[in-house]
Each structure stands twice: as C-alpha cells, then as structure tokens.
C-alpha cells in the first residue's frame, strides 16, 4: 500500500536524503509547536512519528511532510485552553482527545467523499485567515522571545497590552539570544537555503547558553525529556469533553484538510501527478487517530517541510517512513540532548516559520480584479485578529457562503443585441452597436436556474418589460448558460409560458443543454411550448418570428434576417 501512489520503483536515494532532511527539520519543528500549542515540548515529537506512518499507509501524495505544524498547534491552544492549564496533565490528554475526534470526522468525511466541502471556504477567505493567524502566532511568541510572562490568549490585543503593560521586565540574555536566533534564520535562508537552518540555530543555542551559564541567568530551556517511545492508549476523557470540543474538532478538521491538500495538489501539478482529496481526508484521519492514541495532538501537512521533502530528493511516501523512524531513534536515545536547548531559539523557529504565512500579494491582487472578494478577505482578517482564530474562520465560512448565495441567486442576466452583419448575439451594455428588436425581448440568464433564483429571473424579465419603450410582442430566453433545472425552476417557466401565453406573447427558448431538454420533456413542458419554439440560437428563433415581426411594420425597417442584417430566415 505504501508504494500506491508513490511508485514501487521510486530510487531509493532521494527518499533517503528526504526523509532525513525533513527528519532533521522536524525534530526541533515539532517541540516548537508543541510549545505554541501549550503543551511539553515531547509531545511534539510524539506526534512526529505515528501519524508519519499512518499517512504513509493510504495517503495519496509522494511528498507531504505530515506531522505538528503552526496554525493547527495555535487552534489546538484556542480549543483546549479554554478548559484546562496549559501544560498540566489534563491538558495533555484533552490534547490527544482533540487529534482521536479530529481524526475521526476526517475519516468519516474521507469514506463519504467529503473532499468537496472544502471548497466552500473561499481563496480570499483563507488568504485573510492565515495571515491574521500568522501574526496571531508571531504575537503569541513574546513570551518566549522576551522573557516576558504573559497570557496565553489567542486575542492579539490582550497578548499586546499585557506585554507593553510589562516591557520592563524584558530578559535581556533571552531577547538576545531570540534575536541572535532569529538574524541567523533570516540570513540562511537568504544566503544558504538548502541548510538545515532549525537544527543549526538549536545546536548554536545549546553551545552558547552552556559555557557562558545563561540557564543559571535565567534563560528558559526545554529540560528534562522523558524518553523513549509512548505506550498506545486511549486518553483519559469524560463524555462531557467530547461535547466541549467537538465544535473545535471541526474546526481543526478543516484547516487541517485545506493546509495538506494545497500543498500537496500545488506539488502534483508541477509534477504532472494528481491528489485524492476523499483520500487524502482519509489519510490524514488515520494520521490524526494514531497521533491522539499515541499521546500527540492533531497533525496535518506542513508547507515548508513538504517543500524540503521534495526539494531534496523525495520521490515516494518511504521518504515520511524514513522520517518517522529518525524520530523515534531521537526519542530512544537522543531526548537527553535536548535538555538544554533554550526555548526563546524555539520561539524564534516559528516566528520564522509563520512569517512567509502572511500574504500581501493577495489583497494587491484582489484591489485590482475583484474587490468585494477584498472585503472578505479583509472582514476575515480583521475577524480572526481581533475576535479569535474560530471565530474568524466562522467569518470567513459565513462570507464564503454569503456571497455564494448572493451570487447564485442574484445571477448575471443580459439584454441581447444582435451585432450588425452578423447572426452573433450579444450584451447590449457591453457592445453599444448591438441592435435590438422593437418588440422583441431577448434575455440571457447565466447560472443554472433553481429555486433559489427562479423569482429574481421572473422580476428580471418584468422590470426589463417596465422600461420597454414599445410593446412586448415576443420573448426569447437564451439558455445557453443554464446547466442544470430543479422542479421549482420548471415550474417558473411553467409559469412564465403560461402568463405571457393568456397575454398573446409567445416564449421561446434558444441554447438549451441536454439535462435542462430531459427535465422539460420529463415534466411535459417541453410539448406544451412545441419543438418549433425551441432552438439551437437566438437567430433562428429571431427568424421564426420573422413573419409575425414584420406584420402591419412599415416596408422601410428592414427584418433582422434580411441579407441586410445577416443570414435569411429560410437559411435556419
């Protein structure tokens, strides 16, 4: 199962170098954000080598570097911090309870193919969410950075004025030491990409707290690392904490899902390979079931990992079993090294890390293309800075299907025009040589048409008719933007037909696709309007009018299907 997706003969060579590489990023990775999330800096690790496996076992990307990373360790500190201390035991196990129902709903989402919900969180959307959650996260980090001891809030506001409420009590050594940590990420990653730059920092952080006895000054460090590999088991819970974080678990589920498929789908297409998203729900479920029972805590795909597991050579899912296996060998016989590595330099890995979260490409973008999608991708920003990382992916849900809905049920509609010496039809707000028929209305919808709209194109029709200058003598309907029709849509243009039909308008339809021909024919409407009403264009059903037209008209207004205005009617 392992080589499913990643090829049975993928050389052996890159999954290596991949595997150890990642392996060498994710160890000091993993207690940094274990620490982000409140928890012992161990339980990072935990989750750093089950849920690699469990992945590797169904997931469907060759690549996707699975284990502790930013935003799902900030929500894990939102979810379960609101019913335990951070750092005691019951913390811990609501940790582990939190990954085993995360895993559970993406299960559950991945066996009834729910990879589609996803799409109902929006580009703007997102794009908002992680850069107000990456600047959350930057803040949240003070602490570490400074010395400072602060709330653990997920409110960027609280967090700032309890630390300038405080700036005097800043621990020079440790402000250095996040400072010296932090130039030096910055400076390898300009200059010598390809260095495990987390490793590097970690190990000059141990080498110079010792000798110059920074821990006696006060400098925090990780201490004392249990080792060893942790026994399975099911966390200790009450029926009421399911309850109490289900509406977190859902939340993690989702983000955690969006994180790994984005990365992984923007991997396959460069590499001309394909993603299953139910499947990769799938998998990452399992990741997050054998993370909880494993004493961890929810797991998803982290971006910059995965870009070094294929950068480096990473041709296969034996390259995440490499790095599991690496892990593991670090908590058997390695945790004692770790003791002393200073937390601030850990502070600064994920303040390095969530700097390239923030995107301000996107809004320049948005400004120029689309602003309302501005405006959600603002509303969600400032949502999530100021309200809380849940409640502003609850903003970004709600725009997303806000303006969804507006735009399904409020759809593009256009007056049509025929453009001269042409049989084309087209907006006449958008071509101003476009001609228009006296007594003829000529509209095209461009949306499926469903219950949700079916009013707005019936009040559409009747204001067009409003502003008419001259009678209505005949309505043509061009359907060739509408896919699908539910039974209330058949029955509004029941309705339609039979209302302009005791009026002595006729209603034809041009454009109409196979599906929306099967309801109308199913339904019996398609008889009672006649196949000679129905056509393949607007012009022929301009042409069949030709003669009820150009009746009691004067003999100078030439007709739309004359040589003059395009082809003749007997040539459709």
């Known amino acids: ?48 080598v089950a849920p ?50 995360v895993g559970v709903l993406q299960v559950l989402l991945g066996l009834v193919r729910g990879g589609f919900l996803v799409n109902f969180l929006s580009r703007p959307v997102v794009s908002g969410f992680t850069s107000a959650a990456a600047i959350v996260i930057a803040v949240s980090q003070l602490g570490l950075l400074t010395g400072v001891s602060l709330p653990r809030s997920t409110s960027v506001i609280e967090v700032l004025g309890a630390f300038f409420g405080r700036i005097g009590d800043i621990h020079t050594p440790t402000l250095a030491m996040a400072a010296g940590a932090v130039l030096a990420l910055v400076l390898m990653k300009r200059y010598a990409p390809k260095w495990p730059r987390a490793l590097l920092v970690v ?43 289900a509406m977190g678990a859902l939340t993690i589920a989702f983000v955690a899902f969006m994180e790994g498929i984005s990365v992984s789908t923007k991997l396959a297409e460069a590499q001309g390979t394909r993603v299953n998203p139910n499947r990769e729900f799938l998998a990452l479920g399992l ?73 301000l490409a996107e809004p320049r973008r948005l400004l120029r293309i689309k602003r309302i999608d501005l405006g959600m991708l603002l509303a ?8 809380g990382i849940q409640q502003g992916i ?34 006449v707000e958008r071509y101003a040589e476009a001609e228009t028929e006296p007594g003829v209305l000529a509209v095209r919808l461009d949306a499926q048409l469903y219950f949700g709209n079916v009013s707005y194109l019936r009040d559409t029709l009747a204001a067009l008719e409003e502003r008419r200058e001259t009678p209505l003598r005949a309505v043509i309907l061009d359907a060739t933007g509408i896919n699908q029709l539910d039974s209330s849509a058949e029955q509004a243009l029941r309705d339609l037909y039979e209302g302009y039909r005791r009026r002595g308008i006729p209603l034809l339809l041009a454009g109409l696709k196979g599906p929306v021909r099967d309801v109308l024919g199913r339904s019996g409407l398609m008889d009672e309007l006649g ?37 003749r009617c007997a040539e459709h």
Request: charged share 15%; aromatic share 4%; glycine share 12%.
């Open 203 to 245: 190990v000059a952080g141990v080498i110079v707290a010792g000798p110059l006895g920074l821990a006696e000054r006060g400098l925090a460090v990780v201490g004392d690392i249990p080792a060893g590999l942790p026994t399975p088991a099911l966390p200790s819970f009450e029926l009421a904490d399911i309850e109490t974080l």
């Open 287 to 359: 990741a997050n079931l054998a993370s909880g029972l494993s004493r961890g805590y929810p797991v998803a795909g982290g971006f910059s990992r995965t870009a070094v597991n294929a950068d480096a050579g990473a041709q296969s899912k034996r390259a995440g079993l490499i790095t599991a296996a690496v892990v593991a060998l670090v908590l058997g016989l390695l945790t004692g090294a770790l003791r002393d590595v200073p937390r601030a330099v850990l502070g600064a890995i994920i303040l390095t890390a969530v700097a390239g979260l923030i995107d």
């Open 1 to 48: 199962m392992i080589d499913t997706a990643g090829g049975a003969r993928s050389p052996w060579r890159g999954d290596i170098i991949g595997g150890l590489t990642t392996a060498v990023m994710l160890v000091p990775q993993g207690m940094a954000y274990a620490m982000l999330a409140g928890l012992p800096p161990i339980v990072g690790l935990y989750a750093s």
């Open 52 to 101: 690699l496996v469990a992945y590797a076992l169904v997931g469907s990307s060759r690549q996707l570097a699975v284990g502790p990373v930013a935003m799902d360790s900030l929500l894990t500190a939102a979810v379960v911090g609101a019913v335990a201390q951070s750092g005691s035991e019951r913390y811990v196990e609501l940790a582990a309870l939190l990954a085993i129902m």
């Open 380 to 387: 969600t920003f400032a949502a999530t800075l100021l309200l």
């Open 394 to 427: 609850l903003v970004g849900v709600g725009l997303s299907l806000l303006v969804m809905l507006v735009r399904t049920t409020q759809p593009h509609t256009a007056v049509l025009g025929k453009l001269p010496g042409t049989t084309v039809y087209r907006n």
């Open 531 to 567: 196949t000679e009403r129905v056509f393949f264009e607007v012009h022929e059903a301009m042409c069949y009018l030709c003669p009820e037209l150009r009746r009691g008209d004067e003999p100078a207004r030439p007709s739309p299907c004359s040589p003059t205005q395009g082809a």
